[in-house]
């Protein structure tokens, strides 16, 4: 399924460095997620932005900063990250309005911080 | 949110029907239930979602009883490419967004 794209696929960083993460959606949708996925652990929800704006921040550290400019985008902009930022990033999408939809996924960001 | 539990692994064969069953005792009277599978390094991908009875699609089955403290998520035959970790989530439509908890999923393993 090609419907959520995500870019770039693998990133490395050193901890000082200024990276940002790119998510594309071709279905429709209004609602984006941004969620983090560490070894052994469960998907955490990051973000949420319903119709371009941030409806959820479920307690995450200023150096990642999310920005929506339209429904189809979001970006998650990484700034001096730790070790154990080192994660799978995922992004989704869904319906952001009427009856509940589920959401789709992209295949995520493997994210390295050295 | 209401909280699920599932089990941590399951074992099979090729060609044998798979049973996982999730339990959601909290479920609220909108939430949704909803079943992902997992790859290694990819994204979750919607497999069936259901809000009662009995629901099919062209990959599998989701049965709620009537309750809807639980759910039985149904694979039949099985193949070594349904290795995977199997999600069951509940959830409803908030107004902005829909916010989903993860647990920590069922990890199947096909065999041979």
């Known amino acids: 399924e090609t419907g959520v794209t995500q870019t770039p696929r693998h990133l490395v960083m050193g901890m000082t460095n200024k990276k940002s993460l790119k998510c594309e959606q071709h279905?429709?949708?209004?609602?984006m997620y941004w969620y983090k996925q560490s070894a052994k652990k469960p998907l955490e929800l990051m973000f949420v932005y319903n119709f371009k704006e941030q409806t959820e921040n479920n307690s995450v550290p200023s150096r990642f900063s999310p920005e929506c400019p339209n429904s189809s985008h979001l970006f998650l902009h990484l700034h001096t990250l730790q070790p154990e930022d080192s994660a799978l990033y995922l992004c989704?999408?869904?319906?952001?309005?009427?009856?509940?939809?589920?959401?789709?996924f992209g295949d995520g960001t493997r994210l390295s911080i050295l | 949110l209401a909280k699920t539990t599932q089990p941590i692994s399951m074992d099979s064969y090729e060609g044998q029907e798979v049973n996982i069953t999730c339990s959601h005792n909290n479920i609220a009277t909108n939430d949704y239930i909803t079943w992902y599978q997992q790859f290694p390094s990819q994204g979750p991908r919607f497999i069936i979602q259901?809000?009662?009875t009995k629901v099919t699609n062209e990959v599998a089955s989701l049965f709620i009883p009537a309750d809807r403290k639980s759910s039985t998520l149904s694979l039949p035959r099985v193949s070594l490419s349904d290795t995977a970790v199997y999600y069951c989530?509940?959830?409803?439509?908030?107004?902005?967004?829909?916010?989903?908890?993860f647990g920590t999923g069922t990890q199947l393993k096909v065999e041979l």
């Open positions: 259901g809000y009662k």
């Open positions: 989704a999408s869904s319906q952001g309005s009427g009856d509940y939809q589920p959401q789709h």
């Open positions: 279905l429709g949708h209004n609602a």
């Open positions: 989530l509940v959830g409803s439509f908030t107004g902005g967004g829909n916010k989903l908890t």
